[in-house]
């Protein structure tokens, strides 16, 4: 089976592995994606990277995403902020799920809330690296047309 998905990470996700290891791991943003280009190689499906500290760039990278089938965001800050990038998943009408590297239920009240959450395929938060990997699996099923069974 082929598939293309494109994982999308927002601001601040690029110093992954080099500030707060206590909190978002030791692992670099680099070698997250060259675990997941592994993990795609072996489901069979194509993967792309795009990471962003602007917002508008987000924006944009969705908008040009009509080449893939599946998208995984971590839109970082953005997710408690961005109706803009809301608008532009939904513009483009990509199925998408959405990864948190922590927990956000279980920090501060304002990253409760996600502007994505509705109208995600589904959510994956607090398991590190691990949740990109699961969702790049969902995805996979999810393509297939057996997602849920
Ligand atoms: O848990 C997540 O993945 C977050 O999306 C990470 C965001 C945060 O604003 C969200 O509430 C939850 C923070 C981006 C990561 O920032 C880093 C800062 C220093 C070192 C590594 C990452």
Known sequence: MTGKA???????????????????????LQELESGLKEKARKLGLEVDFFQSNHEGDLVERI??????DFIIIN??????????IRDALLAVGKP???VHMTNIYAREDFRHHSYL???????????GPLGYTLALEA????????YGS
């Open 139 to 146: 995805a996979y099923f999810f393509l297939k047309g057996d």
């Open 117 to 127: 959450s509705d109208v995600a395929v589904g959510q994956i938060v607090g398991l």
């Open 6 to 28: 494109l994982v999308i990470n927002g601001p601040n996700m690029n110093l992954l592995g080099q500030r707060e290891e206590g909190l978002y791991g030791s692992l670099t």
């Open 96 to 98: 998408f799920i959405e």
């Open 63 to 68: 908008q040009g995403s009509e080449d893939y």
């Open 75 to 84: 839109p970082a800050a953005y997710t408690h902020t961005s109706v803009a």
